[in-house]
């Protein structure tokens, strides 16, 4: 039982294989290896190379489905108002053709069409117009500055949390108040806005 070791001795990394018979090549193929001038690194290149081209042409093929999409989608976007234009009964239908005496039907398709984009132009500024004369009357943020109770609110948490800079969460009690404050704020708000 002791006469031998217990742990194989530690062997190399290396395998040899052995076989019993002789491995011939012909010389041919010995000829074709040698003078083949490809190494690992050419092969490695050649590699990187068809990688690349696959990628590019990849690329090139996806850049040219999303311009295909986006001009599918500009094409639908500016159909959309044309028919929203008709559906609203716009002054585009009253406007008489002047251009009918003067060129083909391609040059009354694009006239009407210059029409259609400037009506929509004018209907777009008006509307911009509106919204901005809502934002002025709403001025949120003066009402907000003025409000005396959320002022006093702020300033408490804010003297507070000077006071307890190591320990902000003694603070509680006047950030509930803020939060308070702020809530009935946002209600007087929501009021104004639903009505």
């Known amino acids: 039982m002791g006469s031998g070791p217990s742990k194989p001795a530690p062997s190399s990394t290396q395998h040899v294989f052995s076989s019993e018979t002789p491995v011939r090549f012909s010389q041919d193929l010995v000829n074709a290896l040698q003078a083949s001038p490809e190494t690992d690194s050419t092969r490695a290149k050649d590699l990187e190379l ?17 311009t295909q999409e986006l001009t599918d989608l500009e094409a639908r976007i500016s159909s959309t108002p044309d028919s929203t234009t008709e559906s609203t009964n716009t002054p585009s239908t009253t406007i008489p053709d002047q251009t009918s005496s003067s060129g083909g039907p391609d040059h009354k398709a694009k006239a009407e069409g210059d029409r259609t984009r400037d009506l929509s132009r004018v209907k777009v500024q008006e509307e911009i117009e509106k919204l901005k004369s809502k934002l002025k009357e ?20 804010v003297a507070c949390l000077r006071l307890n800079d190591r320990r902000p969460l003694d603070c509680w009690k006047e950030v ?19 009505e």
């Open 50 to 66: 068809h990688i690349q081209s696959r990628v590019t042409a990849e690329l090139a093929r996806l850049d040219a489905e999303t």
């Open 138 to 157: 709403r001025q949120l943020k003066e009402d907000i500055m003025k409000d005396t109770e959320v002022n006093k609110a702020k300033e408490k948490v």
């Open 176 to 194: 509930e108040t803020f939060r308070r404050e702020v809530g009935r704020l946002e209600g007087a708000f929501l009021g104004r806005v639903l």
